[in-house]
């Protein structure tokens, strides 16, 4: 089933079931990726189902243009942590998490591919999001895949992150070793070691956005107005989602938890 929701002018909604959606998760090395099966080359094979009565959320968000006003009072609570990207929860239950992928400007696009970057971390370790990407290529007139698009009347590119809600997280890397083009390198041993099997489905929410570019220089006016435009898009998309993702997320965590009972 798939269902548009087009209500919102600054948004485009993709609903997608994944109730009867059966997904195979295969190791491999010599550099091609996990999930796809090689017969020639050593792989181990762990099938894969999604929770049962499980819903995708995507959504692709022009950018907001905030109104602030001289006596505006920030509410709220920003907390810096000294250490790498991890997806720990913080076991609150009544709280909506939300993970950053720095992604291409065509989600997703290269997953398939030799190196290892957030993009392929993302779909690897959730394997629906290839059921997501096929769906990108194939269908028309819906949710683009685009992060970043160029704007109608200036011409100047903007960003247009893209928000999945309620995906499973079903293999954890360790990236340490075989990160960019280390993966295209990696021996056998090195992947094994890398991999880990979620005993039972993560349930995450991510953030795409494409990240600037990297190099050495000064900001530019253009470029500070696109990375600030960008984070108070995101924000304010994850605030409005906050409820029905909450909702997706509870909903899959029950049935979860009451098909491992039996």
């Given at each position: ?170 293999i954890n890397l360790d990236t340490k070793e075989i990160y ?83």
């Amino acid at each position: 089933m798939l269902l548009i929701d087009m209500r919102f002018d600054n948004r485009k909604m993709l609903k997608i079931d994944m109730h009867e959606r059966f997904f195979t998760i295969n190791i491999i090395c010599s550099g091609l990726r996990l999930l796809l099966a090689h017969n020639n080359i050593y792989h181990y094979e762990k099938q894969y189902l999604p929770s049962p009565n499980k819903s995708i959320l995507i959504t692709r968000w022009k950018p907001f243009i905030p109104i602030i006003e001289a006596n505006d009072r920030p509410s709220a609570i920003i907390e810096f942590v000294a250490n790498v990207f991890s997806y720990k929860s913080n076991d609150d239950v009544q709280s909506v998490e939300w993970y950053l992928n720095f992604a291409n400007s065509n989600l997703f696009a290269y997953y398939a591919g030799h190196l290892l970057a957030q993009d392929e971390l993302q779909v690897l370790e959730c394997v629906e999001l290839d059921g997501v990407r096929q769906y990108f290529t194939r269908a028309i007139n819906t949710v683009a895949s685009r992060t970043v698009d160029s704007d109608a009347h200036t011409n100047r590119l903007v960003p247009t992150p893209i928000l999945i809600s309620n995906t499973e997280r079903v293999i954890n890397l360790d990236t340490k070793e075989i990160y960019g083009n280390g993966f295209a390198h990696a021996i056998l041993a090195q992947l094994r070691n890398a991999f880990q099997s979620n005993d039972l489905p993560q349930i995450v929410n991510l953030i795409a956005i494409e990240a600037s570019i990297h190099g050495e220089d000064c900001y530019t006016d253009d470029q500070i107005s696109y990375i600030l435009t960008s984070c108070y898009t995101i924000f304010k998309a994850a605030q409005i989602l906050a409820h029905k993702t909450h909702a997706m997320n509870l909903h899959t965590s029950r049935s979860s938890d009451q098909n491992s009972n039996h």
